[in-house]
């Protein structure tokens, strides 16, 4: 379901404006007060890519599935309040039990990305697609999704990648069929495949609002269908903003995420996950120079955890992740508040029988190693 179709929902009701009020110092003693009066009842996961005045309350930091995971793992959290968007609260609530609550502090908090691939447009390409290739493709999704897509890769067969796992995602899909439809992330889809060996010549793309497969050539000759989908983050870092920084210090590494263009990926020195750039710039040597290519939020952690290195945006404007960012400290306090009087706000709980198709796809996913 489209985080735009639950802005209106029962549970996601608006936080009243006298929260804006309050001074960084009471919130700050408020959230404390509460996380120490529910102590293990309550859990707050923290996405990488949360602000800091949010990510200082956090019990577990991390990337969406990961978090979900040691979500799963907890089983004394009553309340588990995501400071993520709506698709990582989705799928805490599918791997955690019934008895558990997940919490999205702010309703609003959702992924364009992950809106870009509703049901209907799913439905609508993979009846054509299928029209057109018969019984060779196989789909995939990016944990970046909705339940109710993850469902659908589940249902025929598919399963979840992560970034740190698409090689070996894509490598198990084109072993059980001919062609692939990934979801709903072009790019990382792209770069992927392309690492792997298989050529642009050899990828199509399906537009999903003009409902029409994109490729000049044979279509016997496609392995790969890209839905149009992007990261509205990762594509603002540009070739330009690699020639910028090489040509102002050619010692200058660059690394970027594969939800990058491929492009970008193509002209950096380094590119993979989020765990694979802290991984690198953890390991690299003081002194060395770094161009990092994702969110805002986390590059600015990064430059205050190394000091002794020179690190920098890849894109001198920043990029942050607006929708999550509408998590802050005022949404958190309400969203806590609103536990302690009993009357939680922003509660995540996905249908059933759309949660035991989603699990079949991330199971899938934590099978296949």
């Known amino acids: 379901m489209s985080i735009l179709n639950l802005i209106h929902d029962r549970n ?117 697609l299928t029209k057109l290739f018969g019984d060779t493709i196989i789909p995939l999704t990016y944990v970046n999704s909705t339940a109710e897509i993850k469902a659908f890769v589940g249902r ?77 983050v990762h594509e603002k870092f540009t070739a330009a903003n690699i020639k910028s920084v090489k040509e102002r210090d050619s010692d200058i590494h660059v690394i970027v995420h594969p939800e990058c263009t491929h492009e970008v990926v193509a002209l950096s020195d380094f590119s993979g996950s989020t765990k694979k750039i802290i991984d690198t710039i953890n390991e690299a040597k003081p002194g060395s120079k770094w161009a990092i290519g994702t969110e805002m939020n986390l590059v600015s952690r990064i430059i205050q955890e190394h000091p002794d290195k020179q690190i920098e945006s890849l894109n001198p404007d920043m990029c942050p992740c607006l929708t999550m960012n509408r998590i802050d400290m005022p949404h958190l306090l309400w969203s806590l508040e609103q536990i302690d009087k009993g009357e939680p706000t922003g509660v995540i709980k996905v249908d059933q029988d759309i949660a035991k198709d989603a699990i079949l796809a991330l199971n899938r996913m934590l099978t296949i190693r």
């Open 12 to 128: 996601a009701g608006m936080m009243p404006e006298l929260y804006k009020e309050l001074s960084e110092e009471e919130m700050a003693g408020r959230i404390l007060n509460i996380k120490k009066k529910f102590g293990e009842r309550l859990f707050i996961p923290g996405h990488h890519y949360q602000k800091d005045e949010v990510i200082q309350f956090a019990d577990a930091t991390g990337d969406s599935l990961q978090l979900a995971q040691v979500a799963q793992k907890n089983k004394k959290a009553e309340y588990i309040v995501f400071c993520g968007v709506h698709f990582m609260a989705e799928t805490a609530d599918m791997l955690t039990s019934d008895e558990q609550i997940v919490v999205l502090p702010d309703m609003r908090a959702g992924c364009s990305m992950a809106d870009m691939a509703n049901m209907r447009q799913t439905n609508r390409a993979w009846e054509e």
């Open 156 to 232: 025929n067969g598919g399963a979840s990648v992560t970034s740190s796992n698409a090689a070996r995602m894509l490598t198990w899909a084109l072993s059980q069929k001919e062609r692939i439809l990934f979801l709903p992330d072009q790019h990382l889809g792209r770069n992927t495949a392309f690492d792997l060996g298989i050529p642009l010549s050899r990828m199509a793309v399906w537009d999903p609002i003009a409902e029409k497969l994109e490729y000049n050539g044979d279509y016997e000759d496609i392995k790969i269908i890209l839905w149009k989908g992007h990261c509205s």
